[in-house]
């Protein structure tokens, strides 16, 4: 008896110490998450204010590099001579640069491929003929070789008439073969000589020939365009900066340091998109006709940069 007493009141002893733990562990999670959402909202409190502004640059500027895309396209039965005959046509065309005052080193090439030519010829066969009428439509009792009625049984040429038949399309067959194979090369001049793309087509036209003119447009030199880059950045930044500090001084506050920057340059080049199609032998021009010079004009390009910063002000 006296031992079942010593035994439950140990069990009751270590029952309330086991809720006493309970109690001070709940308590202390609960001081720790709430310490942090405290110091969280004093640090929003005093977040440092931001502004965010841009600035543009731009300036209107001559091109100093004219492009050119010319292609060569020669077919033939085989494609060994398809690609010969491209090579004799591109040797004339690269003459004919060289003759227009073309760099060597201003031609280069762009693409070449040799791909076969495939006939497009499709053939329809219409349905039977039935007594005098010819051809046989699906209205008049013929839906095609295999066609099922409602009976859903297969109709023959000996039992085509159906009690009622489906209407089904024509029937095509395309055969696609080769009947040749086509050399396209692709070239391209880029030249300093923003005056001389008339002087280009016509020296092609006369050499005969045979070559297509892609495009042509204008465009700028690597150092010139790095060099535009830097002077646009700069002005770009200034304008930047100059736009923020008005803003701070209106809300009577001071810039503080540069939280975020990005830039951006945009230059379209002017694409001229032209086609002078020139065959074998040329352009035609009349005998009695004076031939007239070819004149390409150059266009002005307008770039400019950009410019998103992001200031810390203090008050």
Do not use: W
Not at 8 to 21: E, P, Q
Not at 122 to 137: A, F, L
């Amino acid at each position: 008896m006296g031992d079942q007493y010593v035994l439950d009141r140990m069990t009751v002893l270590l029952s309330v110490a086991l809720i006493v733990v309970l109690v001070a562990g709940a308590t202390y999670v609960f001081t720790s998450n709430a310490q942090p959402a405290g110091q969280n909202a004093t640090a929003n409190l005093t977040e440092i204010p931001k502004i965010s502004v841009s600035g543009e640059a731009t300036r209107t500027v001559s091109p100093d590099l004219l492009i050119m895309g010319i292609a060569v396209e020669t077919e033939n039965e085989t494609a060994s001579g398809a690609e010969s005959a491209n090579a004799r046509m591109t040797a004339k065309v690269k003459s004919a640069l060289l003759a227009a005052g073309v760099q060597e080193s201003e031609i280069e090439t762009a693409s070449y491929y040799t791909y076969p030519v495939y006939n497009d010829s499709c053939y329809y066969y219409p349905p039977p003929c039935r007594g005098d009428i010819c051809p046989m439509t699906a209205e008049e009792g013929y839906a095609g070789e295999g066609a099922y009625a409602d009976s859903g049984v297969a109709y023959t040429e000996d039992s085509m008439i159906a009690p009622e038949i489906y209407p089904v399309p024509p029937s095509y067959r395309c055969d696609q073969q080769i009947i040749g194979y086509r050399a396209t090369h692709s070239i391209m001049v880029k030249t300093s000589n923003i005056y001389n793309g008339g002087e280009i087509i016509d020296s092609i036209s006369a050499a005969n020939a045979s070559a297509r003119f892609d495009y042509q447009y204008y465009s700028l030199k690597d150092e010139t365009r790095i060099r535009y880059e830097n002077e646009l950045a700069g002005a770009a930044a200034q304008s930047a900066r100059s736009k923020a500090q008005s803003i701070a001084s209106g809300l009577g506050a001071q810039l503080g340091r540069i939280v975020d920057i990005q830039t951006n340059y945009y230059y379209p080049p002017y694409y001229g998109m032209k086609d002078y199609s020139m065959a074998e032998g040329g352009m035609a021009i009349s005998a009695s006709a004076e031939p007239i010079a070819t004149e390409i004009f150059p266009q002005d390009l307008t770039i400019s940069s950009s410019i998103y910063v992001t200031f810390e002000i203090t008050q």
